[in-house]
């Protein structure tokens, strides 16, 4: 591969319009996976406001269309696995031509004990089906959520169930409408007017984002950051699951308001499912949600000229493995956040 790019040492610098990106995917994600349908009690109105928020489109690729093939076929022990692709984008749902900001793989174990996070870097440098070697971003804006369902069953060998398309407007609000939530601080910092003690701190919306936002003053940068979007995605979907918001009828309507208004899902992906997902789940707890990075041995650049991060073969293979066996338990670059 030394021979296609050169690896660097240091990262290249990233641009700002990544931040919050990989976070806001996975909270909307965990909002429709946990939240909708959830409270028998308030099943006809969240049904209404899920069908009347949450559009649908095309996502998932056809056989035989625009040289698309067959999903990979599960494992009789990962049958009832389900994968979610979520994909972060400031254009409309399905159009090809816009690059993908966030790309995450939710896996669901069969038995719906686990969730794993799997977010792939968008400039990670992969094989597009029909394409060559380009950043994993770039499947979507050749060819769409379909191209780049492709790409990442190419890379982990399972099939993409559904897909999660979602813009980011409704962030703020959805932390708002739970009444804020308790992040554990990591690392100390004060930026945009806003200081973050180590230990547990309760945040509005405006205030966590200045939290997730910051990586200047972070001892590791990018990495701290990452960890701060794992403490705040966790406050806020434990904060979701709580006696708190399932039991208050306002605090739950306007919460899968927040994460419904800003979602476009595949065709397949009924409400009816959604719901059953979130029954299934329903007992889920913060230990039970691991966030893992798609492994990449370095930064370097593409024969382009294109800062890029180098795909971990070896490592891919063995991620494939896991989600292939639903054995996430046995992947060892697994991230829990306290």
């Given at each position: 591969?030394?021979?296609?790019?050169?690896?660097?040492?240091t990262?290249?610098?990233r641009p700002?319009?990544?931040r919050?990106?990989?976070?806001?995917?996975?909270?909307?994600?965990?909002?429709?996976?946990l939240?909708?349908?959830?409270v028998?009690?308030?099943?006809?109105?969240?049904?209404?406001?899920v069908?009347?928020?949450?559009?649908r489109?095309?996502?998932?690729?056809?056989?035989?269309?625009?040289?698309?093939?067959?999903?990979?076929?599960?494992?009789?022990?990962?049958?009832?696995?389900?994968?979610?692709?979520i994909?972060?984008s400031?254009?409309?749902?399905?159009?090809?031509?816009a690059?993908?900001?966030?790309?995450?793989?939710?896996?669901?174990?069969?038995?719906?004990?686990?969730?794993?996070?799997?977010?792939?870097?968008?400039?990670?440098?992969?094989?597009?089906?029909?394409?060559?070697?380009d950043?994993?971003?770039?499947?979507f804006?050749?060819?769409?959520?379909?191209l780049?369902?492709?790409?990442i069953?190419?890379?982990?060998?399972?099939?993409?169930?559904?897909?999660?398309?979602?813009?980011?407007?409704?962030f703020?609000?959805?932390?708002d409408?739970?009444?804020?939530?308790?992040?554990?601080?990591?690392e100390?910092?004060?930026s945009?007017?806003?200081?973050?003690?180590k230990?547990?701190?309760?945040?509005?919306?405006?205030?966590?984002?200045?939290?997730?936002?910051?990586?200047?003053?972070l001892?590791?940068g990018?990495?701290?950051?990452?960890?701060?979007?794992?403490?705040?995605?966790?406050?806020?979907?434990?904060k979701?699951?709580?006696?708190?918001?399932?039991?208050n009828?306002?605090?739950?309507a306007?919460f899968?308001?927040?994460?419904?208004?800003?979602?476009?899902?595949?065709?397949?992906?009924?409400?009816?499912d959604m719901?059953?997902?979130?029954?299934?789940?329903?007992?889920?707890?913060?230990?039970?949600?691991?966030?893992?990075t798609?492994?990449f041995?370095?930064?370097g650049?593409?024969?382009?000229?294109?800062s890029?991060?180098i795909?971990d073969?070896?490592?891919?293979?063995?991620?494939?493995?896991?989600?292939?066996?639903?054995?996430?338990?046995?992947?060892?670059?697994?991230?829990?956040t306290?």
């Amino acid at each position: 591969m030394l021979d296609q790019f050169e690896e660097t040492q240091t990262p290249p610098a990233r641009p700002k319009r990544r931040r919050l990106r990989r976070t806001l995917a996975i909270v909307i994600a965990l909002v429709v996976l946990l939240v909708v349908g959830s409270v028998a009690g308030y099943l006809l109105f969240l049904n209404n406001t899920v069908n009347s928020n949450v559009k649908r489109s095309s996502l998932l690729p056809t056989p035989g269309v625009s040289g698309a093939t067959d999903a990979p076929t599960k494992k009789a022990g990962a049958k009832d696995a389900q994968n979610f692709l979520i994909i972060g984008s400031d254009a409309r749902a399905g159009l090809a031509g816009a690059r993908s900001d966030v790309i995450v793989l939710m896996h669901v174990a069969a038995d719906r004990k686990t969730v794993n996070l799997v977010h792939f870097p968008r400039d990670l440098y992969v094989d597009i089906p029909g394409r060559g070697k380009d950043k994993i971003n770039a499947a979507f804006a050749y060819g769409g959520a379909p191209l780049l369902v492709q790409t990442i069953q190419g890379l982990v060998g399972v099939p993409v169930d559904h897909v999660a398309i979602i813009d980011f407007e409704g962030f703020k609000r959805m932390t708002d409408a739970v009444g804020g939530v308790n992040v554990y601080v990591e690392e100390s910092s004060s930026s945009r007017g806003y200081t973050f003690t180590k230990g547990y701190q309760r945040m509005g919306g405006e205030e966590a984002l200045a939290f997730v936002r910051e990586r200047k003053e972070l001892s590791e940068g990018d990495i701290s950051r990452g960890r701060r979007q794992q403490a705040f995605i966790k406050a806020l979907m434990l904060k979701s699951l709580s006696k708190d918001v399932l039991g208050n009828p306002v605090k739950l309507a306007q919460f899968v308001e927040a994460g419904t208004s800003n979602l476009t899902v595949d065709k397949d992906f009924s409400t009816g499912d959604m719901r059953s997902e979130a029954v299934a789940m329903r007992n889920l707890r913060g230990e039970d949600i691991a966030f893992i990075t798609a492994p990449f041995t370095g930064y370097g650049t593409s024969p382009a000229g294109a800062s890029i991060d180098i795909l971990d073969v070896q490592g891919m293979q063995d991620l494939g493995d896991a989600l292939q066996n639903d054995a996430m338990s046995s992947y060892k670059d697994v991230t829990r956040t306290p």
